[in-house]
């Protein structure tokens, strides 16, 4: 289909307008056509990107390749110390929570994560545990939750201490799970809370969490805390387990 500038647009929207005005003045009942121009917006035009089928969308910003850890840091300062090898990056215990070195509000994030197979002795919480968390603050739980019982609001997919994920989509351990995870940060005004966070989250393409309410910091212990802040960075947690990740990448909305 042929599209028209946009000063040719307007031209033809004014004559438009102007015949269907003088249709109107007439007492003329307008064609379908002009009817359905009322409600026609050309802008703005949305940006082309491309998605290739199992690959990263060309305005993505990757995380993690399975090559280095050039975008990612220790939070106790210097180099991210985690293990890279084959293309998959897996915690090293003891050496601390990393974060991305740059800041993030509004995103897409897509990560892939496994639990190892040995289970023996494991239960609950210590069943290979980790956690992906927003701005430094927000949890959604990473766990072996397979076959695995514990609190339902720690388990994988959840908003974690707060919101227990709708179904338990998780895949044997040792086997690749995937996250799709939106992520709306809260709005503050000073130290005022103007909006709540929200966070949406498909585990192995099934929706565990639709567009849930973050009613604060995911605590341990306690409540939920609010904590005025701005944009900040994706965290990823050592919890002593050798829990890995590949395929980190985030759009930011």
Same mark, same amino acid.
């Given at each position: 289909?042929?599209?028209?500038n946009w000063?040719v647009?307007?031209?033809?929207?004014l004559c438009?307008?102007g015949t269907?005005?003088?249709?109107?003045a007439q007492?003329?009942?307008?064609?379908?056509?002009q009817?359905a121009?009322?409600t026609e917006?050309?802008e703005?035009?949305?940006?082309?990107v491309?998605s290739?089928?199992n690959?990263?969308?060309?305005d993505?910003?990757?995380?993690f390749?399975?090559?280095?850890l050039?975008?990612?840091?220790? /939070?106790k300062?210097?180099?991210?110390?985690?293990?890279?090898?084959?293309g998959v990056?897996t915690?090293l215990p003891?050496? $601390?929570?990393i974060k991305t070195?740059r800041d993030?509000?509004?995103?897409q994030l897509?990560v892939?994560?496994?639990?190892?197979t !040995? /289970?023996?002795?494991?239960?609950?919480q210590?069943?290979?545990n980790?956690g992906?968390?927003f701005?430094q603050?927000?949890?959604i739980?990473?766990l072996?939750?397979y076959?695995?019982?514990?609190?339902?609001?720690?388990q994988?997919?959840s908003?974690?201490? #707060?919101t227990?994920?709708?179904?338990?989509?998780m895949r044997?351990?040792g086997?690749w799970q995937?996250?799709d995870i939106?992520?709306?940060a809260p709005?503050?005004?000073?130290e005022?809370l103007?909006?709540?966070?929200?966070v949406?989250v498909?585990?192995?393409? /099934?929706v565990?969490?639709?567009?849930?309410?973050?009613?604060g910091?995911t605590?341990?212990? $306690?409540?939920p805390?609010?904590?005025p802040h701005?944009?900040?960075p994706?965290?990823? #947690?050592?919890h !002593?387990?050798?829990?890995?990740?590949?395929?980190?990448?985030?759009r930011e909305l």
């Amino acid at each position: 289909m042929m599209h028209l500038n946009w000063s040719v647009k307007s031209t033809l929207a004014l004559c438009v307008l102007g015949t269907a005005g003088f249709a109107v003045a007439q007492g003329q009942a307008l064609e379908p056509w002009q009817q359905a121009q009322k409600t026609e917006v050309w802008e703005p035009v949305p940006e082309a990107v491309s998605s290739p089928a199992n690959g990263v969308p060309s305005d993505a910003i990757v995380l993690f390749d399975g090559s280095d850890l050039s975008e990612w840091e220790s /939070v106790k300062g210097g180099a991210a110390e985690w293990t890279v090898k084959d293309g998959v990056l897996t915690v090293l215990p003891g050496k $601390g929570d990393i974060k991305t070195k740059r800041d993030f509000c509004d995103v897409q994030l897509h990560v892939e994560w496994k639990t190892p197979t !040995d /289970v023996e002795g494991m239960e609950g919480q210590q069943r290979n545990n980790s956690g992906i968390f927003f701005q430094q603050k927000y949890e959604i739980q990473v766990l072996d939750s397979y076959k695995n019982a514990t609190y339902p609001n720690g388990q994988a997919g959840s908003v974690y201490k #707060q919101t227990i994920p709708l179904v338990n989509a998780m895949r044997p351990p040792g086997q690749w799970q995937e996250y799709d995870i939106l992520f709306t940060a809260p709005r503050f005004d000073g130290e005022e809370l103007v909006s709540h966070g929200y966070v949406t989250v498909i585990h192995n393409g /099934v929706v565990v969490q639709n567009h849930t309410k973050i009613l604060g910091t995911t605590e341990w212990i $306690g409540a939920p805390k609010t904590i005025p802040h701005g944009c900040a960075p994706i965290q990823l #947690q050592d919890h !002593d387990n050798f829990v890995s990740f590949r395929n980190i990448w985030v759009r930011e909305l």
